[in-house]
């Protein structure tokens, strides 16, 4: 399995609250245990932390002042992990997204970052329509293809 996607499943072992040992972990991921903490590094620079546990009964637990925020929609939950590899390899991708003000508009975008605001899950993104940044909610993108096509880091904003 990929990174991110042992990285949600660790998150679901760890949503009961119980403390895990870092040797269930790794077993249950078919990971080392060395990854196990790797990932707690990476969920921690995401906002989400893990306490940790020492001793014969120690291990990682789900914080519960985490700002994780829970993807229950298996539908959102692996839109969340095709766009966090498009923004990996730098495929555009072309959504179909429902805005407050212009209605259902389709769009190629140029995803950039994955974040949580106020309990909902945003994409920040250079849209090719507005040719600017813009920030797009997960919940209100409607369907999504993963194009072959690559962009740079370098947007050039054409006036």
């Given amino acids: 399995m990929s990174k991110i996607a042992n990285m949600l ?3 679901q ?4 609250k119980e403390i895990h040992s870092i040797s269930s972990l790794a077993e249950n991921l078919e990971v080392s ?4 903490r790797q990932y707690k590094l990476e969920l921690e620079q995401a906002g989400i932390y893990l306490k940790s546990f020492t001793g014969k009964y120690g291990g990682y637990q789900l914080n519960q002042n985490s700002n994780f925020l829970k993807i229950e929609n298996e539908v959102k939950e692996k839109m969340y992990i095709v766009m966090k590899k498009a923004i990996f390899n ?14 259902i508009t389709q769009r190629i975008i ?7 605001y106020i309990d909902k899950w945003y994409i920040a993104a250079f849209c090719e329509l ?7 909610k997960l919940e209100n993108i409607k ?3 993963v194009l072959a096509d690559v962009y740079t880091d370098k947007n050039i904003i054409k006036k």
Avoid: C, Q, T
């Avoid at 072992?13 to 009961?16: A, F, G, S, T, V």
């Avoid at 140029?110 to 949580?116: C, D, M, Q, W």
């Fill in 110 to 116: 140029h995803p950039a970052e994955l974040f949580v």
């Fill in 130 to 136: 507005r040719n600017e940044i813009r920030l797009f």
């Fill in 13 to 16: 072992i760890l949503k009961d």
């Fill in 9 to 11: 499943n660790m998150l």
């Fill in 33 to 36: 245990e060395r990854m196990i």
């Fill in 143 to 145: 369907e999504y293809e």
């Fill in 90 to 103: 730098k495929n555009k991708v072309k959504i179909k997204y429902d805005s407050v003000n212009s209605g």
